[in-house]
């Protein structure tokens, strides 16, 4: 819903103003001064302002310009019963939309509203396209070629054209913000917004606000209007990362948005339609949470519509050697580093590491390789040191008393974790992540071997 400014010292023709737009489907607010509207504008998201020529103080002009100092786009139609052919040139010249005198008829009006909003929308969209297009999160940019790829592939083939709910899981640094806007930029919505909210990272207060918005003074901090985001993904995408941190009391209200594509904002009474296509990644087990009651199961069902499951790195392999090239070519170009390649050795230990932390770990450990590399071959060297440490690592073992397991197993567990505290510098939540266990897991085996 599009929000137009109109500003009048005549009451009056707020009043009639603000009725007629507001029955033409837009948000109105008003201003009886040039002041008033000015404070408005610095505090709330408008797509129009309609205002009187000729008002004290602070006349039409002089608003144009202050407006244009502080949003530039934003457009401005004037409006005076007292208009000219040079007032309405000047006001063009300093960045009008449009010109209308006074009195005028409402079909006029619907016109010149109808074309100055869809203007400004239109320049948002193209803004947010450019930006997109330079990301240019398509097929292309999800490199892969396992058949496990392969399937998610043509599950997003087959769903981006339609409207349908999409649910992404799979672990952490697998790629679900990628395969959502591959859904969207492949899908009739690829010109319309693609709007994406980290669930965890919000409380619940903050992160209803940030879904739904709120209206000046809903709650304290609240001093201005700000649309949410269900509002600015209206004819888009909306992408909700890690869905299932959303607190139950708020999934209600979630649940009832995606039923009916309507809400209110914070501390609002005016119900608001949108047309929001929804794509939701976790990397929790939501059927494990439903059962839990952490997850309300009705929200689960609508969610889970389309369902897409990214492998972890380690059960596609075969995809290491391409992302590898890739990252590879990616920041030697960056650097200026000219071509670059990988050794048999380095490509080896790529190729079977588990890579807990999947792409993402993979990108950054080919990032940082390619830039403390001293020539044009990445070596096993080259490779994070929390990587390949236990590489070389010798585990003294006496083969005479090898038939006595739990203690060769418990020599063997010693050293490993000694070799991970000396690779992180002894900090003990480092050295449980290189070893792939729970922090008190690590406590507990520290406690156990007195390296305490």
């Not at 058949?147 to 349908?164: C, E, G």
Request: glycine share 6%; hydrophobic share 40%.
């Amino acid at each position: 819903m599009e929000t137009i400014l109109i500003v009048d010292d005549e009451k009056n023709y707020l009043v009639v103003l603000s009725a007629f737009l507001s029955g033409e489907g837009y948000e109105t607010l008003t201003a009886d001064s040039a002041q008033r509207a000015l404070e408005i504008v610095e505090t709330t998201d408008l797509d129009l302002v309609l205002t009187d020529m000729k008002m004290p103080t602070m006349d039409g002009i002089e608003l144009l310009r202050c407006i244009k100092g502080k949003v530039p786009d934003l457009p401005v139609v004037m409006m005076t019963a007292y208009g000219t052919v040079e007032k309405a040139v000047g006001a063009m010249q300093l960045g009008a939309f449009n010109f209308i005198p006074k009195p005028f008829k409402n079909e006029t009006l619907k016109q010149i509203v109808g074309k100055a909003v869809q203007t400004y929308r239109i320049l948002k969209e193209n803004r947010r396209l450019v930006r997109a297009l330079e990301d240019r999160y398509r097929f292309d940019n999800i490199i892969g070629k396992s058949r496990a790829l392969q399937a998610v592939f043509d599950t997003i083939q087959r769903v981006a054209p339609t409207k349908s709910t999409v649910l992404i899981t799979g672990k952490s640094g697998t790629g679900k913000e990628l395969i959502a806007k591959a859904i969207h930029f492949n899908s009739p919505r690829r010109n319309k917004p693609f709007v994406a909210v980290s669930c965890a990272a919000l409380t619940e207060t903050l992160l209803e606000s940030e879904l739904f918005g709120h209206e000046k003074g809903a709650f304290t901090g609240a001093t201005s209007m700000r649309k949410g985001r269900f509002e600015l993904a209206d004819k888009g995408t909306l992408f909700l990362d890690e869905i299932g941190e959303v607190p139950v009391p708020l999934q209600v209200n979630l649940l009832r948005v995606l039923e009916e594509m309507t809400f209110e904002r914070v501390g609002g009474t005016k119900s608001i339609a949108v047309d929001v296509r929804l794509i939701a990644a976790t990397n929790k087990d939501l059927k494990a949470e439903v059962e839990q009651r952490r997850f309300r199961e009705d929200l689960y069902f609508r969610l889970n519509v389309i369902h897409i499951e990214l492998p972890p790195l380690r059960k596609r392999s075969e995809d290491i050697p391409l992302l590898a090239a890739h990252f590879v070519n990616k920041y030697a170009g960056e650097a200026n580093r000219g071509e670059m390649t990988i050794s048999p050795e380095a490509m080896s230990f790529l190729c079977n590491h588990s890579w807990p932390g999947n792409v993402r770990e993979f990108e950054h450990a080919i990032e940082r390789a390619v830039l403390f590399s001293r020539g044009s071959e990445i070596t096993l060297d080259d490779l994070p040191k929390d990587l390949v440490g236990f590489a070389d690592l010798e585990i003294p073992i006496d083969w005479q008393r090898l038939s006595n397991l739990p203690e060769t197993l418990d020599a063997i567990e010693k050293r490993l974790i000694e070799k991970a505290l000396s690779l992180s510098n002894n900090v003990q939540s480092r050295a449980a992540q290189i070893l792939g266990i729970p922090r008190n897991n690590l406590h507990y085996r520290l406690k156990k071997h007195n390296l305490l």
